[in-house]
Each structure stands twice: as C-alpha cells, then as structure tokens.
DNA sequence: CAGTGGTCTAGACCACTGG
DNA sequence: CAGTGGTCTAGACCACTGC
C-alpha cells in the first residue's frame, strides 16, 4: 500500500484526469479505463509481459498510469472478457495462453455426438504434408498478402478414437514462421496455437469462420475413409494476433456421421 | 456474506436459480449483486416488465433493494451482457425483445457471401405446413416433454432474393402455443420470435445449434431446388427462455451455394 | 432543464492463494 | 500472514436524451 504525503499543502489542485486527452474535438469520447485499456493492450503487443506469465497487480498498474484501481479494473475486465487476460482470485491476472489451458482446442468446436470432447481419449494427428509454395489469390486475400507470396501450407488429419474425423489445411505466412517445418509440429505435444505462441510469438486471439457442407472428394476418401460425395462440413477459418492481423487460414473438412459442430447463440 | 432480508420474504421459489452450485462442502458464497441479479430476473420472469419497457432506474431499484447503485449496476451489466437487458444511456434500461430490433434475425447466422444480410431484401417466407401432431422420441426429449404429448409443428420456407434457402421444420409445445395457426404466423410482419413474445408470453433467450453436413432428399429436392444428394447444412437448433426451459426445436436445411454460416470465436 | 446511464475516485472490507 | 483479485459503498461529475 503507498502512502502519500498529501496533508502537506492545502491549496494542492485535484490531479486533472483529462490531462492525457487530446484536444477533444466533437466525435469521439474516449473514457479512462478505454484509454488504460489501450495502454495495457500495447504492453501486450510489444511483449512486455509473455503469454502465462502474470501482469502487476491492480494496484501496481492503478500507480503506474495514475488512476484509481477501479479504473485499472474496468480497463482489465474487458480485456479479461475479450479472454486476452485470465483472471484469478488470490493469485494475479495473467497473459491468456493456449498452452497449459484445461481444453486442448479452444478454437475447435466440433464435439462428438454423445459425451463431451476427451471421452474419446487425445486426438491422433498426423502430418500429411508440409511445404512452401506460393498463396493463390484467395489465400492472399485471406491473409492480406500478395498473391504469389510465399506461404507454409500444412496439412493434417485429427483423428479421435482411431478414427479420421478432420482434414486440415492451413496457410500461414511465411516470414513470421520461418523454419517450422513438419518434424516441429509432429514432435510438439500439445496445441499448436501454443507452438506458435512460444516458437514464434504469435499469438491468435481471435477467429471468423465460415461453414458450408460440401461433397467429399477423391482426397477425403482416402484420407478421411468417406465415399467420394458423402457431404462433409467444410470450416474456413481465419486467426487473429491481438493486432488484428488475420495470420492464419485454415480449411477443415469434417466428418458429420458421428460429430456435429456445436454452437451457442446468446 | 450478506443476505438480503427482502431475498426471502419476497422470492418464493428456492433462492438458487442462477449458480451453478457444485456439491460442494462450503456453502457457496454469492455476491450481493448476483442476487439483485436474481431478484431482477425473478421479476423479468413474473412479467412485471414487458419486452420493450423501461425498467425502473437504477437509483429506483438500489432504493428498492436497499442497496447503492453500484451494485444494482453491476446486476444490471451482467443481464444486459446476457442480451436479457439493453442500456441507452440518457434514455433507460429496457427489456431486450425481437420486435423493433435493428436485425430481423436474431439467432440466424446464415449471410450471404458477398455483403450482408438485407443487401438482398426483405426474407420471403412461405408456411408449407402448419400441424398438430404428436411428439416423436427425439423431438419429446428435446423438448423436455414426454412422447405422444401434443406438439405444434410448422415447416416454412425462407427466400432471399427469390431464390429458395433454407427449409425449416419447428416443433413447439402444443400448450404454451394454443391457438397458433398457419395463418397467423403468414399474416404476422416482423420475426417469429417477437410473435411468441406479444402473442403467447414467451421469451426465446438462448439457443443451442448442432450443425452436421447432410444429402438433400427429394423433400428439399422440391422446396430447394437442389438436387438428391447435394450437400446441406443441417442446423438443429433448441431455443430456451429466461427459465431455460427448452421451447422450440427447429431444424433447418441451409442452402450453403451462395451463403455461408458464419461464427465468431473469441 | 431534469433524469437517465456512464465514468471516476477513495476507502473499507471480504474471499482466495500460497508461503 | 501478506498479497491478490472481488465486492460494496458514497459521492462527485460527465455524456446523452428529451421536454
């Protein structure tokens, strides 16, 4: 707790708390905590404080941006709804990480028809490929590139209780993952969102998918054990790092006979 | 912990309807705020506001339970975060509701690929069929009913653009739906969910959606003008009011050629 | 202008965690 | 036990709405 010497002179003015505002003209109204917010959010981005590890206390941040905790506090529980923070009670808040998270698929919300996800045992994933190439124009547009810039393409097949239920194919930039390579991912034990926070350091934060059903394929016949036009959902996604740039495209192809997609619509 | 007095003397049913309480040795300890939460909710349910309304203001309802605004706040942020409430600030608090509410389709998440939702013009829809019948084994236990009990069924068609989309079978409890027909649901303007609001007191809050990739029969080979064996998306859809009773068990057939189901992670 | 929700502060106390 | 987040209060002031 600091203690502040403030019985020392009568006249001292109430600290402005607009001082940090710029000149305010009619549009926007930018609250405190947002401001805070902002400036936690950028302590974030530059690294300041790695995914796991715990950010200062309330107090500590509440005199570092001189303001009350309650303002830290707002600012926080935003983000902590925006899950980049986890809360907890006694112990801090901390950086929000995809390693050492209860649930092994944050993103993945195809569940078996009966029981919850892990009643299968842990998925099998197995690399089928992983190479350079080059993004067609849809890839690009998808990951703001050009086309023709170089890309990692990988390609996996999850499956649950022995039995191929996901086909994967991811599209990632190539500069800000350079050197994974398929013996890196088949060795990684754990989500790989969590490879690439800690190999890469990037963090996805967020994600747009786009669900459609479609038939399968000579390739999903093979690879997922379904007769050629057997309708498959097919799920694009698109990740976000928490500086909203979308650095990940994924297609999954997955088998609806015995899993369903599972959503919750508040 | 503090109890509130007019907790008890005022709620008749068990002061529980909103934690989920484990079995758990210590007794649970509950926020002051969570249980002006529940006694807000509590007169949601009794109908003491209806959808649209103000309710009282802040200073009002802390005056009425004793407490400081603060805290019937913090009550209030919680339903608002749940879509129960919306706050306009210089205006009031008011109960959410599907009428007059910027999108038609509030739990709809079918868009088309290009642009958005509207940019094609008002839905059309079509009542295909409009019945009593009796409830099947599935659609009983989804709807926490027993089999044989008397349902309502409807199937409709929904256009966008003139162009057929999705097919939609709806099953709903015959009791709290007394004296619904397929004329009133044809001559109603506005979404289906706002007629069960003003018509039949029912709130539709929360839904769940189980998604699967099916074959098209001849059924949607007709009302969809797909061929037998194209691949659709199947959304089952279980809708639930403020009491998270489960009141309607839709399943719907989405065209997914020229829209797409799209879904946010966070 | 009054009334509403929204922000901000300061301080007290409670519940939880770990040494 | 000290340190953390979580709750609650009381009061001041700001931003927005509509009369």
């Not at 401001?35 to 950028?42: A, C, E, R």
């Not at 980049?84 to 993945?108: D, P």
Request: aromatic fraction near 8%; include cysteine.
């Amino acid at each position: 707790m600091q203690t502040l010497p403030e019985l020392i002179s009568e006249s001292s003015p109430p600290p402005d708390p607009f001082e940090q505002s710029v000149a305010n003209s009619t549009p926007a109204f930018s609250p405190l905590y947002q401001q805070i917010k902002g400036l936690i959010l950028n302590s974030l981005r530059a690294g300041e404080w790695k995914p796991g590890e715990s950010i200062p206390s309330e107090m500590d941040l509440a005199a570092r941006f001189k303001v009350s905790q309650g303002t830290v506090r707002k600012a926080i529980d935003e983000l902590a709804s925006e899950n980049l923070l986890l809360r907890r009670q006694g112990k801090g808040t901390f950086v929000a990480t995809h390693a050492e998270q209860q649930v092994q698929f944050r993103f993945l919300k195809l569940v078996p028809d009966s029981g919850t996800r892990g009643s299968e045992g842990p998925a099998q994933r197995d690399i089928i490929e992983c190479r350079r190439s080059r993004a067609s124009a849809d890839v690009a547009r998808a990951l703001a590139l050009r086309t023709g810039d170089t890309v990692l393409q990988v390609r996996r097949v999850l499956s649950f209780g022995g039995t191929p239920i996901i086909l994967e194919d991811i599209w990632l930039p190539a500069t800000p993952f350079k050197g994974l390579t398929a013996e890196r991912l088949a060795n990684y034990q754990g989500p790989m969102y969590a490879l690439f926070e800690t190999e890469f350091n990037v963090r996805m934060v967020r994600a747009e998918e786009s669900i459609r059903a479609i038939p399968a394929l000579e390739l999903h016949e093979q690879l997922l054990k379904v007769k050629v036009g057997t309708p498959l959902l097919s799920v694009e996604r698109i990740a976000y790092t928490y500086r909203d740039e979308p650095m990940e495209l994924r297609r999954g192809c997955y088998r609806t006979d015995t899993h369903h997609y599972h959503n919750t619509l508040g």
